[in-house]
């Protein structure tokens, strides 16, 4: 049995089988750069006290921005998902709309 690749969908990517909308694949590069960001491989670089950032300790102030960048990465991801979900809700209900109106026009009073 030859198995047949799904053909590619604009603004998606595919994962194990699944197609994702690619705003999922940026709040995922985002979160392994988090990730190493505050373990051993980034935090090695900036573990430092000095120089201080805003008063704060170099260390500490990497930390926040991680956490500043968490929250950005999230706030991206609630409102490019909302958009996209509205899309096509909007797309659905107006295929409804037209599939019905067609079908009242056609019938004969």
């Known amino acids: 049995m030859s198995h047949k690749p799904a053909s590619r969908k604009p603004g ?4 194990f089988g699944t197609w994702y909308p690619n ?4 709040f995922g590069l985002l979160g392994l750069f988090i990730q190493l960001g505050v373990i051993w491989p980034l935090y ?3 573990s430092g006290a000095e120089p201080f ?3 704060l300790p170099l ?4 930390l926040t921005l ?3 960048l968490a ?6 991801l609630y409102i490019t998902d909302n958009t996209r979900l509205d899309r096509e809700h909007n797309e659905r209900v107006r295929a409804q709309y037209q599939a019905e109106s067609k079908g009242q026009n056609g019938e004969p009073n």
């Open 53 to 55: 950032i805003l008063g």
């Open 59 to 62: 260390s500490f102030a990497w």
């Open 44 to 46: 090695a670089v900036f």
């Open 71 to 76: 929250f950005a990465g999230m706030l991206y």
């Open 12 to 15: 998606y990517f595919l994962f």
């Open 23 to 26: 705003n999922r694949l940026v």
């Open 66 to 68: 991680m956490l500043l």
